[in-house]
């Protein structure tokens, strides 16, 4: 799993208890996740179709740093299913983890489209790489 991304709990993020706000987090979830999934199928018209059970391990507190890690775990025809963990960085405790969430890839008219992919990618400047690294 790559952890791309980090956020800093600040007191806006908090809630009457004084840890992270749930649905906060969920959102950081969710706009990493729908970045993730248009880079992989190159396509910026990409919704969130599905998200699995949501299990909350440990409270994220006021200055706390926080990773968020996505991996793919499965291409369907139009959709890319993906993996989520959370977890502090200083720490390495996990905060969060999601065993599904499921992006639908559409056509410009809002319809489900075959993205054509089989594996996890990363663009580069005019050149497209494997996981494993061929081109």
Not at 81 to 86: G, K, S
């Amino acid at each position: 799993m790559n952890f791309y991304t980090r956020k800093w709990v600040k007191p806006e993020d908090l809630n009457p208890n004084g840890s992270l706000f749930g649905g906060t987090l969920l959102r950081w979830i969710d706009e990493e996740a729908v970045i993730y999934a248009i880079v992989q199928l190159g396509n910026p018209k990409v919704v969130t179709k599905y998200i699995s059970e949501i299990n909350f391990v440990n409270s994220a507190k006021q200055g706390d740093i926080l990773e968020m890690g996505i991996e793919a775990i499965a291409f369907g025809r139009t959709s890319l299913t993906m993996r989520c963990e959370v977890r502090n960085k200083i720490t390495r405790k996990t905060i969060l983890s999601i065993d599904q969430l499921v992006f639908v890839n559409l056509n410009e008219e809002g319809i489900p489209a075959p993205h054509g992919k089989t594996e996890i990618t990363y663009a580069y400047i005019g050149i497209e790489k494997t996981k494993n690294g061929n081109d």
